[in-house]
């Protein structure tokens, strides 16, 4: 009765007509997979569109990893040609993102949902100022691979970051593509085909877990997996046309203004 009447309260979209409701998560998946083509940044439109039609946020996150599953498809697809000849990295790096995802499920699933709404907040502030950060680099520059204790090092921020993703994910896909430029020293292309599988390993990893452990509020993530399918699509398109900096950094101000929004509701309201 508590989370009804905070739902209700919080959330006025809940009480939309189906249909309207519909195209509002169609419309959202789409701009959801454009933005994923554009920085690897989905969630920083989905999760609020979840929130916004009557989601608590522990299963607005769930459901998110659920929809998120339909950008991957279309986006391998596009990438064979760039994955041609790197499927052993691919499985290799593949099993650090599901063990990390695996506990990151266990965490969300097994800590208080007060606990997760805090520290959402910071996620979405670190995922805007990686953005940001992405924007100021040069593109004709590339980073030296590591070798050693260092690439141990780099590894091991891939299962950490495996966590993350498996937790909240917001801007995951963005740190795994900086650790895999170190690790691999690919050009930009190929490591973000490798990026994609990789990342799209972690999020089944995350939903089949979620099948059995969790609500996944199929009725949400259905039409915002239709638009993520479409936003997958169209995102290539658009981002040719588009200042790759200036997106960027439009999206880092929609991060910082969505992290104010979501401390403001977690520690003043």
């Given at each position: 009765m508590v989370i009804t009447s905070l739902i209700e309260e919080d959330f006025v979209l809940l009480h939309w007509p189906l249909l309207w409701k519909v195209i509002y998560l169609v419309l959202g998946g789409v701009v959801s997979g454009i933005?994923?083509?554009?920085?690897?940044?989905?969630?920083?439109?989905?999760?609020?569109?979840?929130?916004?039609v009557g989601i608590p946020p522990v299963f607005a996150n769930v459901t998110n990893d659920a929809a998120l599953i339909c950008n991957v498809p279309g986006v391998v697809l596009s990438s064979l040609r760039e994955l041609?000849?790197?499927w052993r990295l691919v499985r290799f790096y593949s099993l650090?993102?599901?063990a990390g995802s695996a506990i990151g499920c266990y965490l969300l699933l097994n800590f208080p949902s007060g606990v997760f709404e805090k520290v959402v907040p910071?996620?979405?502030?670190?995922a805007?100022?990686?953005?940001?950060?992405?924007?100021?680099?040069?593109?004709?520059?590339?980073?030296?691979?590591?070798?050693?204790?260092k690439k141990l090092l780099y590894v091991?921020?891939?299962?950490?970051n495996g966590i993350y993703g498996g937790y909240f994910g917001a801007a995951a896909g963005i740190i795994t593509l900086v650790i895999l430029t170190y690790l691999t020293n690919k050009d930009f292309a190929v490591v973000?085909?490798?990026?994609?599988?990789?990342?799209?390993?972690?999020?089944?990893t995350a939903l089949v877990i979620y099948m059995f452990a969790a609500k996944i509020y199929w009725d949400a993530a259905i039409p915002m997996a239709v638009g993520m399918f479409i936003g997958g699509y169209l995102g290539p398109k658009i981002v040719r046309h588009v200042p790759q900096k200036g997106m960027e950094r439009f999206i880092a101000f929609l991060?910082?203004?969505?992290?104010?929004?979501f401390f403001w509701k977690a520690y003043v309201k």
């Open positions: 933005l994923s083509s554009a920085a690897s940044f989905a969630s920083l439109a989905s999760y609020p569109v979840l929130l916004s041609h000849g790197h650090f993102t599901m910071f996620f979405i502030l670190l805007g100022v990686l953005v940001y950060q992405t924007s100021k680099r040069q593109p004709t520059r590339r980073p030296q691979s590591v070798a050693g204790g091991v921020l891939l299962l950490i973000n085909a490798i990026k994609n599988v990789v990342g799209g390993v972690a999020n089944l991060a910082v203004v969505q992290a104010g929004y």
